[in-house]
């Protein structure tokens, strides 16, 4: 058998090393806004998208993703039509939250339900880049010391707690640093009980498990405010895909777009802050 010349062949191994690289990075694959053709779609012509069974406000209204109320709804749809997809041409499928948190391939193109982009995710799934870099929020009773607060200085003097383990508490701890030390709990259950009691006067939680909370978990309580991001790199929620999607980069270009024009802040605006109700306490 005739020899290849030596450079030819360490030429044609780095090619072929860099094709295998580019397919398992996110996808590389050229992808053109507005027109479809250029997309790697799991059926063709319609964009797949999973979200929980129930999805809850304000991520999703009416349990119906379909609608495109909601935030996380509307983000989709938007993202959607910057891919070239007219409304009637995305698919909605159900799934469990964690299910899809395995390798493997999925039958969808991305989901969408709260997930909070981590290094360990990331291990066995691929994240567009974030849609939602995520808020601590105070929750308590319409009757608390807090409500009315619009600066971290005008919380140091309550009672706060939050569960252990949680970005929530490192926010107190870190950043609100109240006078009295935060009270720290096991659980949301332990939390309720501890306000209910007017040992606390309020509670910090990442605001989806905010919204659930006060939606499911503590009646009667509300969402006092926001907080401002903290940080270079604050926890954020992107949508997940399987290892390797080619779709990843051309969802990324659709986000940067929305970004870029105002559009992502003002569906957050309209969903996350229900138009200005909940209002945002500063550093």
């Known amino acids: 058998m ?6 030819l062949v360490i030429a044609l191994v780095a090619v072929a090393c860099g094709t295998e690289e580019d397919a398992g990075s ?4 050229a992808c053109e806004l507005g027109d479809i053709s250029t997309l790697d779609l799991k059926a063709a012509d319609t964009l797949t998208v999973a979200t929980g069974e129930p999805v809850f406000p304000p991520w999703m209204i009416d349990d119906d993703p379909a609608n495109g109320q909601g935030f996380e709804s509307a983000v989709v749809y938007a993202v959607a039509e910057e891919l070239g997809f007219e409304r009637d041409q995305v698919e909605w499928v159900r799934t469990g939250f964690t299910e899809a948190i395995v390798a493997g391939e999925k039958d969808y193109d991305f989901n969408v339900q709260q997930y909070t982009i981590t290094e360990e995710r990331d291990q066995v799934v691929d994240f567009s880049d974030g849609y939602y870099a995520l808020r601590q929020a105070i929750v308590g009773y319409g009757d608390s010391a807090a409500v009315g607060a619009e600066s971290v200085s005008d919380l140091q003097s309550l009672r706060i707690g939050a569960q252990l383990g949680t970005t929530s508490l490192d926010y107190i701890e870190n950043v609100i640093q109240p006078e009295e030390p935060a009270s720290v709990y096991d659980s949301n259950a332990d939390a309720k009980a501890a306000l209910d009691a007017d040992q606390v006067d309020a509670l910090v939680f990442d605001l989806p498990t905010a919204y659930f909370v006060t939606a499911v978990e503590i009646e009667g ?3 006092l405010g926001q907080l401002e991001e903290v ?3 604050p ?6 895909f399987e290892d390797g999607s080619p779709l990843v980069p051309c969802v990324n270009e659709a986000l940067e777009a929305l970004r870029d024009g105002g559009t992502l802040a003002d569906i957050e605006q309209e969903w996350l802050a229900q138009g200005g109700d909940i209002p945002t306490i500063s550093r």
């Open 2 to 7: 005739k020899r290849l010349p030596l450079l």
């Open 235 to 240: 926890e954020e929620l992107g949508f997940l």
């Open 231 to 233: 940080g270079d790199a």
């Open 26 to 29: 996110g996808g590389s694959e």
């Open 221 to 223: 309580s509300v969402i």
